[in-house]
């Protein structure tokens, strides 16, 4: 049997515990999974992709399923480019779906051969999402428990930095 990798695409800015069910119940599926972030010029994110790649090591501890790479341009020449033919995204609430739906018909659009695969998240992690649990924890709201501890630690730290400046 052949090794199945598939590409988890993102920006994750930050990782959420949301991000690492799937990737957690995406290796229950895939042999290998690649976690591509994808380097965007015109996005200002929180964290910068060097901080984005360390705090999604620090949460998968090692598994050595599962590698981290940026990509940029299009998703499908990059997973192309990485040997694989699967894109998972996982898929909370309905308001993801019209999005996910015109964003996989896109990448089929532009190369059948790659195909989009969709995980129902977890109930637990239905409402949560990196920019709802940024806006939370940049007034200072308590998110343990929807995080890595790690990201925690450093959403705490970014945020009283940029009120000092
Ligand atoms: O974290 P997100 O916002 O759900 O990730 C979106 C992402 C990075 C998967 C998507 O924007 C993407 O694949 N961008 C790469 C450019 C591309 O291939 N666009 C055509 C398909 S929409």
Redesign the pocket.
């Known amino acids: 049997m052949s090794v199945k990798t598939a590409i988890y695409?993102?920006?994750?800015?930050p990782v959420t515990n949301g991000h690492l069910s799937i990737i957690n119940r995406g290796l229950h599926v895939f042999d290998n999974l690649i976690i591509a972030i994808?380097h965007?010029p015109q996005k200002t994110p929180l964290f910068s992709v060097e901080e984005r790649i360390k705090m999604i090591k620090q949460s998968i501890k090692g598994q050595p399923r599962i590698e981290v790479d940026t990509?940029d341009?299009?998703?499908?020449?990059y997973a192309v480019k990485r040997n694989s033919n699967v894109i998972l995204?996982g898929l909370r609430a309905l308001s993801d779906f019209e999005y996910e739906f015109?964003?996989a018909l896109?990448?089929r659009k532009?190369n059948r051969d790659v195909q989009s695969i969709f995980l129902m998240t977890d109930y637990k992690w239905f409402y949560t999402s990196?920019t709802i649990i940024k806006e939370a924890a940049s007034f200072g709201g308590d998110v343990s428990g929807l995080v890595p501890k790690v990201v925690n630690e450093k959403l705490k730290e970014k945020f009283q930095q940029l009120k000092k400046t």
């Open positions: 695409p993102g920006f994750f800015d994808l965007n990509f341009g299009l998703l499908v020449d995204r015109q964003m896109m990448n532009l990196s």
